[in-house]
């Protein structure tokens, strides 16, 4: 979507963030953004980004409208919130994500731009517009091999080399790991001294098979670090 707007729906007291396409007559946006709605209305999780409505203006140009989220990205998250707050973020996201990965979507973008923190201290995980439902491609319409969709810097060993085509939910898992292992000296006082680091490689091991296999197993190896106990190795499976 080209650009972002703050609105407010007649009858509605929340702000709304309207995501509005410049392209009249792109069908191939058209289709991403139909594919987008109709994955988002699979959640039901308080820290995922609702959607409001979807339609197309009298222009021609589709629309999705979701809350408006006063708050700011992890990459502008002020220096001044405790190791608590921090770490409560996190198992925000690992929690939300998990869902998402329950519901049968990956999310394939997972960056620290794309995780937002509310004014109310609570975390919001955006933007799926290049994910994928199940066994299929969902918001972009198909993926190419080799094709790369998210951010280089986040991405699995087996995304660079293979493409976004082949992500499993092991894949955001790595990138997650990538995002905690970013942040780690800011949260890493909370649970059992050690043990993040163990996690950290856990989730950011070179093979799928060595990583958590969800955001849900993950979320519970990280409640269980923050209880002060040993993390749980990954559940061995075929990869």
Same mark, same amino acid.
């Given at each position: ?20 396409? &410049? ?38 140009r ?17 220096q ?27 999310h ?54 293979f493409?976004s ?5 092991? &894949? ?22 050690g ?45």
């Amino acid at each position: 979507m080209d650009s972002r707007a703050k609105s407010c729906q007649p009858g509605c007291r929340r702000g709304t963030g309207a995501g509005l396409s &410049s392209a009249r007559h792109d069908r191939g946006l058209h289709r991403r953004l139909r594919k987008e709605a109709e994955l988002m209305r699979r959640f039901d999780h308080p820290c995922i980004l609702p959607l409001y409505r979807e339609g197309v203006l009298q222009d021609g140009r589709p629309y999705l409208i979701s809350p408006w989220i006063d708050g700011a990205s992890l990459r502008e998250l002020p220096q001044t919130l405790t190791p608590g707050r921090v770490a409560d973020f996190f198992a925000d996201v690992l929690d939300a994500v998990g869902h998402a990965h329950q519901s049968g979507v990956l999310h394939r973008d997972l960056h620290p731009r794309n995780l937002h923190m509310t004014q109310r201290y609570r975390a919001c995980v955006m933007d799926f517009g290049v994910a994928k439902i199940g066994g299929r491609i969902s918001a972009e319409g198909g993926t190419r091999d080799g094709e790369l969709l998210g951010v280089e810097r986040y991405s699995a060993p087996e995304v660079l080399r293979f493409g976004s085509k082949h992500a499993t939910t092991a &894949s955001d898992v790595y990138s997650l790991g990538l995002i905690l292992t970013e942040f780690a000296k800011r949260f890493e006082s909370v649970g059992l001294p050690g043990e993040l680091q163990r996690l950290l490689r856990f989730c950011c091991a070179e093979s799928r098979g060595g990583r958590y296999r969800d955001a849900a197993e993950l979320a519970l190896a990280f409640r269980t670090w923050r209880n002060r106990l040993p993390v749980p190795r990954p559940q061995k499976r075929g990869v």
